[in-house]
């Protein structure tokens, strides 16, 4: 799989500079204040595909980043909440521990249907 995506971008960039090659030509973008500024196409197109990528990748990584704190935030607030597991209570050697008695249970009433 690692072998088709390198492939794939080789493959991506020889057609890039196959298409910048044969587009090598220089371009007149008309700027404000009757500025013209020559440059060229490959270039020029390279700078619209930023200006369009950019603001877009940067909102996702800010997005991103802002569920990833809301996420360590509820992580952390579960932990906090989550009981402590209590040790068991020592036992002095030589102390015989009593065995419970099948009668030291009794069950809870049992409720009959509701009306």
Request: charged share 15%; aromatic share 8%.
């Amino acid at each position: 799989m690692q072998f088709l995506r390198t492939l794939f971008w080789v493959v991506l960039a020889v057609i890039a500079v196959i298409f910048a090659t044969k587009n090598w030509t220089t371009a007149q973008v008309n700027l404000w204040g009757g500025i013209v500024a020559d440059v060229k196409l490959p270039v020029l197109l390279l700078i619209a595909f930023l200006a369009g990528l950019l603001p877009p990748s940067i909102l996702y990584q800010a997005n991103r980043w802002r569920l990833r704190r809301r996420i360590d935030s509820a992580e952390r607030t579960i932990a906090e909440l989550r009981p402590t597991p209590v040790a068991p209570a020592a036992t002095v050697p030589g102390d015989p521990v009593e065995p419970l008695s099948p009668t030291a249970y009794t069950p809870p009433p049992v409720m009959g249907p509701q009306a």
